[in-house]
T-cell receptor, first 111, second 115 residues
């Protein structure tokens, strides 16, 4: 998506290892950073989000970190499991009231 | 509580035709936004509606339009279809008055194929 760069586009990890996906945004006014997971053939679903007043947020095996100075935020998945295989999208605000998505990362967990 | 409902699930149209897609948000959600999803471009924002008013619009040609009714249901219309309009069209609703800073609840989408 425009102005939200997401890397890598594909990621393959062994089951039990950690996965990290990084997004960079351009609008310094962005204050809300959600992550969505889309399993094959299904709708995107919010898995975690963070607001600019905190630097890190955790929910069981997933966490998001935010570096406002560098304008990047990352999704961390620990102890990966087969059901973590999906496409993950980050998003950030661009301009006036518009949410822009990254291009997505296809995560594959190898047994 | 029922989720976001989009109809139809699948559509096949011919170039030059027009199409209307429908979205019913979660009960109580007043903000509805639309996205186009393609393998090459990811999720692209089309527009957002709140209280029957378009609040924001993405970078799509005027052939793409929408509206929202008093019951928050929304429709999206694409006129003079082109092959490049083939995509999954996703609708999302949010409980707050904005889609850009609160969780989005997506529907299953309408897959449009233009031949």
């Amino acid at each position: 998506g425009e102005n939200v760069e997401q890397h890598p586009s594909t990621l393959s990890v062994q089951e039990g290892d950690s996965a990290v996906i990084k997004c960079t945004y351009s609008d310094s006014a962005s204050n809300y950073f959600p992550w969505y997971k889309q399993e094959l053939g299904k709708r995107p679903q919010l898995i975690i989000d963070i607001r600019s007043n905190v630097g890190e947020k955790k929910d069981q095996r997933i966490a998001v970190t935010l570096n406002k100075t560098a304008k990047h935020f990352s999704l961390h998945i620990t102890e990966t499991q087969p059901e973590d295989s999906a496409v993950y999208f980050c998003a950030a605000i661009k301009g006036a009231q518009k949410l822009v998505f990254g291009q997505g990362t296809r995560l594959t967990i190898n047994p | 509580k029922a989720g976001v409902t989009q109809t139809p699930r699948y559509l096949i149209k011919t170039r030059g035709q027009q199409v209307t897609l429908s979205c019913s948000p979660i009960s109580g959600h007043r903000s509805v936004s639309w996205y186009q999803q393609t393998p090459g471009q990811g999720l692209q924002f089309l527009f957002e509606y709140f209280s029957e008013t378009q609040r924001n619009k993405g970078n799509f040609p005027g052939r793409f339009s929408g509206r929202q009714f008093s019951n928050s249901r929304s429709e999206m219309n694409v006129s003079t279809l082109e092959l490049g309009d083939s995509a999954l069209y996703l609708c999302a609703s949010s409980i707050t008055g904005s889609s850009y800073n609160s969780p989005l609840h997506f529907g299953n989408g309408t897959r449009l194929t233009v031949t």
